[in-house]
């Protein structure tokens, strides 16, 4: 008897794990919808937003820029918070594809837009591999903690001296360090992931896998539209 409940226990634990990661799968899917919406929005809207962009110089993206961190501030405060935390993912991840337009258009212009799609492609890649990797071992990829901890300050601190100071080569490295500490960050939040016993907030772990994404992603074209550069 004592068997038969605990392999009901174990089978139960299973499928509610399952139903977590599926669940924030979803939930990250719904991100990159939302945020593909915001890209369309940001190619359609050219007309209004340039002129802003030209008139106020580097505090026109300074405000998306403030925009995007008190998005980001507010979805993770309310994570937990049901239907609150669908209008705060929605509203960060609806306001990253905008900026995520805008950095595109400005790397098609100048390296043309193939970069665009193979920086996106390479961002795919990232992900599927690192996911799948995390899947296969089943390892705890927490021993990654402080490096990402340390690589993610270097790309926030080094990456807002780089845009004062315009400093492209400086940028280009600050990309560089960005892909690494964020796939690293993406392989831990997996395992996470994978590994946890708190179901409760599958917005919270699509919100960080979100985040890893979309600086890959930037960081890729500023990569690679530097080098075209």
Same mark, same amino acid.
């Given at each position: 008897? =004592?068997?038969? &409940?605990?392999? &009901?226990? $174990? ?17 990250? /899917? ?14 359609? +809207? ?14 026109? /993206? ?16 309310? +994570? ?18 905008? @900026?995520?337009?805008?950095? !595109?258009?400005?790397?098609? $212009? ?29 390892? =705890? ?12 300050? @270097?790309?926030?601190?080094? !990456? ?7 400093? &492209?080569?400086?940028? /280009? ?7 690494? $500490? ?6 831990? =939040? ?7 016993? =708190?179901?409760?907030?599958? $917005? ?26």
């Amino acid at each position: 008897m =004592d068997l038969q &409940q605990s392999w &009901q226990g $174990a089978s139960e634990g299973t499928r509610s794990r399952v139903d977590f990661v599926r669940s924030v799968y979803l939930w990250l /899917m719904g991100g990159f919808a939302v945020a593909a919406l915001g890209a369309a929005i940001a190619f359609l +809207s050219v007309p209004f937003w340039v002129p802003l962009a030209r008139g106020g110089g580097r505090g026109f /993206m300074l405000v998306l820029f403030l925009a995007q961190m008190g998005a980001i501030f507010f979805a993770s405060a309310v +994570s937990r918070r049901k239907p609150l935390n669908i209008l705060a993912y929605s509203l960060f991840t609806l306001i990253s594809g905008f @900026v995520a337009g805008i950095v !595109g258009l400005a790397v098609a $212009a100048n390296a043309g837009i193939a970069v665009v799609f193979v920086a996106f492609g390479l961002t795919g890649v990232v992900f599927l591999t690192l996911t799948i990797t995390a899947f296969v071992t089943k390892k =705890d990829f927490s021993f990654l903690r402080n490096f990402v901890i340390v690589g993610i300050a @270097v790309m926030f601190f080094g !990456g807002l001296a780089a845009w004062i100071f315009n400093l &492209q080569g400086f940028s /280009m490295i600050i990309s560089g360090v960005a892909v690494i $500490a964020c796939s690293a960050k993406l392989l831990w =939040d997996t395992s996470t992931m994978l590994r946890t016993n =708190d179901f409760g907030d599958p $917005a919270g772990f699509a919100l960080s896998l979100f985040v890893s994404l979309y600086n890959i992603f930037i960081s890729l074209m500023n990569l690679l539209g530097g080098r075209r550069r």
